[in-house]
């Protein structure tokens, strides 16, 4: 439950930047170390939420809530942490070798190619979550785990927007948006939590849906968020061919997987 969207290592814009001289050369491994550190502290930022997250939600929850989210988690992390992975690093890798002005151009190519990706994991994930309820025996999280497929879709097509900064060496704007989702996921996951477990809400779900639910609404605000931080650029035909980058994405997800 505590995974999060995991940023690739920063070191793969540099290697994958076009030839530059000397001198810019020193310029991009400095830019490429402050951004490491950056990018660390965000994930040790997330690493100290995610201890108040386990804390509030076993509160909330009780052990029996907790236990039944927590299966919902790590079934829909173990889904999306592979697509998150690839998507980053591919995006990544295609910014990082074009020139700054055509990058844009270059994500907004390859941005439409993961969010069919995306539609078609969250998809299978909303069809076969009974069958992963009965296999986990644990039928009745199937309504959060429905509802985190939603998730599958927003992380889907918010992944390769990060990987856009990486590719660009925006390393404080990465670990910015790092950093607001891991606050906004755990806000949302605590706030449906007590919405629908302690505020006495009388339906068929309870405090397990409502933290799934507001998980949902955090990765979609962050999406939004992401699209109006991150430029998609222009309808061009630059950027590479939809075969090609198949070829390239396709063994890193199988290996993430």
Same mark, same amino acid.
């Given at each position: 439950? !505590? %995974?999060? +969207? &995991?940023?690739?290592? #920063?070191?793969?814009?540099?290697?994958? *930047? #076009? !030839?530059?001289?000397?001198?810019?050369?020193?310029?991009?491994?400095?830019?490429?170390?402050?951004?490491?550190?950056?990018?660390? /502290?965000?994930?040790?930022?997330?690493?100290?939420?995610?201890?108040? %997250? %386990?804390?509030?939600?076993?509160?909330?929850?009780?052990?029996?809530?907790?236990?039944?989210?927590?299966? +919902?988690? &790590?079934?829909?992390?173990?889904?999306?942490?592979?697509?998150?992975?690839?998507? /980053?690093?591919?995006?990544?890798?295609? =910014?990082?070798?074009?020139?700054?002005?055509?990058?844009?151009?270059?994500?907004?190519? +390859?941005?439409?190619?993961?969010?069919?990706?995306?539609? $078609?994991?969250?998809? *299978?994930?909303?069809?076969?979550?009974?069958?992963?309820?009965?296999?986990?025996?644990?039928?009745?999280?199937? #309504?959060?785990?429905?509802?985190?497929?939603?998730?599958?879709?927003?992380?889907?097509?918010?992944?390769?927007?990060?990987?856009?900064? @990486?590719?660009?060496?925006?390393?404080?704007?990465?670990?910015?948006?790092?950093? $607001?989702?891991?606050?906004?996921?755990?806000?949302? /996951?605590?706030?449906?939590?007590?919405?629908?477990?302690? *505020?006495?809400?009388?339906? !068929?779900? @309870?405090? =397990?849906?409502?933290?799934?639910?507001?998980?949902?609404?955090?990765?979609?605000?962050?999406?939004?968020?992401?699209?109006?931080?991150?430029? $998609?650029?222009?309808?061009?035909?630059?950027?590479?061919?939809?075969? +090609?980058?198949?070829?390239?994405?396709? #063994?890193?997800?199988?290996? %993430?997987?």
């Amino acid at each position: 439950p !505590e %995974q999060s +969207v &995991a940023s690739p290592n #920063p070191v793969v814009a540099t290697i994958a *930047a #076009p !030839e530059v001289s000397a001198g810019n050369a020193a310029v991009t491994a400095r830019t490429a170390g402050r951004g490491g550190l950056v990018v660390s /502290l965000a994930k040790m930022y997330f690493i100290g939420v995610g201890l108040v %997250q %386990q804390v509030a939600l076993k509160a909330a929850l009780g052990l029996d809530g907790y236990g039944a989210l927590s299966s +919902v988690l &790590a079934a829909a992390s173990i889904t999306y942490n592979p697509l998150v992975t690839a998507s /980053l690093q591919g995006v990544s890798h295609v =910014v990082a070798t074009r020139e700054e002005n055509d990058a844009a151009d270059g994500l907004r190519r +390859v941005w439409p190619i993961h969010l069919a990706i995306a539609l $078609l994991v969250a998809g *299978a994930f909303f069809a076969l979550a009974p069958l992963v309820g009965r296999l986990t025996g644990a039928p009745h999280v199937v #309504p959060g785990l429905r509802l985190l497929s939603f998730v599958m879709l927003t992380y889907g097509a918010y992944a390769p927007l990060v990987g856009a900064l @990486n590719g660009r060496a925006r390393f404080v704007r990465q670990a910015g948006l790092d950093v $607001l989702a891991a606050t906004l996921r755990t806000c949302g /996951l605590i706030g449906g939590a007590l919405w629908l477990g302690r *505020a006495g809400f009388s339906g !068929e779900w @309870n405090g =397990v849906e409502g933290a799934a639910l507001g998980f949902v609404l955090s990765s979609t605000l962050v999406l939004g968020i992401a699209l109006y931080a991150v430029r $998609l650029g222009a309808r061009k035909s630059e950027g590479p061919h939809t075969r +090609v980058y198949l070829g390239y994405l396709l #063994p890193i997800l199988l290996g %993430q997987v």
